[in-house]
C-alpha cells in the first residue's frame, strides 16, 4: 500500500484509526469462549465490527505467540480477516543484524503478507534498512513510546542536548522516506509530537496510547497533522473489550465509530494543504 | 537455571559456548533436504553433535519465523531436542510495554520452556522488568551488539559523556540481579568489554560475533571473565555451516571441540578466584 493509497482510504473513510488486536484469552467474551477457534471468532467480530471506521489493523503478535505452538496459525488466519482495503501492521517489535532482519522481513511481509512492521532502533541502521528493501512494504520504526519507561533512555539528552528520541528520528529519516518509513510517537508524549513533525514533516506517525493510556486525541490531530493527514491513531483495549457480553462487537463497532466521528471533525480541522 | 547450575555445567564441560541455530533452509545440507522436516533433521544433528562441547543453544526466532505458520511447531520440536543439561536462550530481542512483554514472558517462558530470552532495551524499565518476574528464567538485554549500527546508538554519547551502551547497562543493574539478567556485548567491541565487565562485575555476558563476525576468543575470555566465568561465547554460522555435505553434524561438532579446546585454556588462564 503507497502513501497515496493510505491517505486516499483515510480521506474516504474520514478515519486515521488503527484498531489493535490484542486478543487476550483471559478477556474473551464468553460467548466466544464456546467456539472452535474462540480468538478467531473474537477477531473475526472485531473486525467485521470495525472495518467501516477505520483503515489499519495492527495486531500484536506478543497476543498471538503467547497462544503457543497454534499462535502463528491463529496470526495467519487473522491476517486473511483483514480486508484489502485496510493496512496490516504487524506489531511485533523486531530488531537484529542484516541476515536475521531479512529472514523477519520475509516472515512478515512474504509469509504472512503484512503491509508494515514494527521494528525497534537500538541496534543501529543495518538493523532497520533491510526492512526497507521490500518494496511497498513499511517499516515502522520506534521514535518516542508512550510508556513510563520512555523516560529512561529515549527522553535522555545526548551530548550536544537533543533527546535521545531526536538523534534516532534524525537519524533514520535519512535511511528511509516517507513513502516506506513510518515512526511510533506515543499519544500521551504532547508537546514531542510537535517537534517531531518538525523534524519529520511527511512521514507517517503510528500512534498509540489513545484510550486507555490516557492520551488526547485532539492534541495528537492539531500537533501531529501534516498534508497526507500523517497520522494512525491506535486503539486496543478500549475497542477490543468495550463490552464483555454477547454484544462485544457491536459495542466495538460503537467504540470506533465513536472515534471516527472525532476523527472526521479534525480531518476538517487540521489537515493541512497541499 | 541458576546462575551457579550454570557454572557448574561450565566447569564439567570445560566450556562457556553457546551455539546459535540459525537455520536458514537456503544453506541445507544437500542430504538433509529429502528429509520429512528437513530443518529438524538438521537441528538434531547439529544439536547431537555439538552437546557435549557446549553449555547452550541459542535458536535465532527470525529463521523460525521465516518458515512461516509451520515455524512456530518447528521452534517448539528445536527445543525439545535440547537436553535439560544445556541453557536454551530464545534470541527474539523482544520488547514491549508491560501487559504485552508478560505476554511475550508467557509465549517463551511457559509455553515453549526456554530459559531466557534476548529483550532490547530502548523502551526502558517496563519494557524489562515483566521478564524479570518470572522465577528461574533469565532477561539477556542488548548492551553493545557486534554489528557496524551499534556506531549510530549505542557508541554514541550521552550529557555527561557516558555512551548510551554505559547508561543502558548501568540503568538495567538497577533492575535486575546477575542470577536473572544478562548483558548482550559484542565480541567485536574489544575494549568496551572491559570497561562493562567493570560496570556489571558479576553479569553473565552474552557474546555474539566470534567466528563470522570476526571477533577475538582469547581478547573475549581475557577481557570479560570473572569468578563464575561469566560469559557465553556465541557461535552459529561457523558450526552450523561447517561443512554443506552429508559429513555436517560431524564437521559441526569438529568446530564446536575446536572452539571447547579453546576455551579449556582460557577457563585455565582467566578465571577469576571467587
Known sequence: MTRNQ????IKSKESFLCVGLDPDLARLPES????????????EGIINATKDYCVAYKPNLAFFEALGEKGWEIFAKTVQLIPDTHMIIADA?????????????????????????????????DSVTPFLESEGKWTVLLGLTSNPGSQDFQHRRMAGGVPLYELVVREATTWGTPD????VVGATQGDSIQHLRTLAPDY???????????GDLETVARLGMNDHCGLLVN????????????????????????????MKIYLGEYLLES
Do not use: W
Open 204 to 214: 507517517f506517525f503510528l500512534v498509540p496510547g489513545v484510550g486507555a493510556q490516557g
Open 6 to 9: 493510505l491517505f486516499s482510504f
Open 32 to 43: 466466544v469462549r464456546s467456539e472452535e477457534e474462540p480468538v478467531l471468532a473474537f477477531l
Open 235 to 262: 486503539a486496543s483495549r478500549s475497542i477490543l473489550y468495550a463490552s464483555s457480553g454477547e454484544d462485544f462487537a457491536d459495542a466495538a463497532g460503537q467504540e470506533a465509530k465513536r472515534l471516527q466521528q472525532e
Open 180 to 183: 516506506q518509513l513510518m515512526f
Open 93 to 125: 517489535k523486531r530488531g537484529d543484524i542484516g541476515n536475521t532482519a531479512r529472514k523477519y522481513a520475509q516472515a512478515f511481509f512474504d509469509e504472512f503478507g503484512c503491509d508494515a512492521l514494527t521494528v525497534a532502533p537500538y541496534m543501529g541502521h
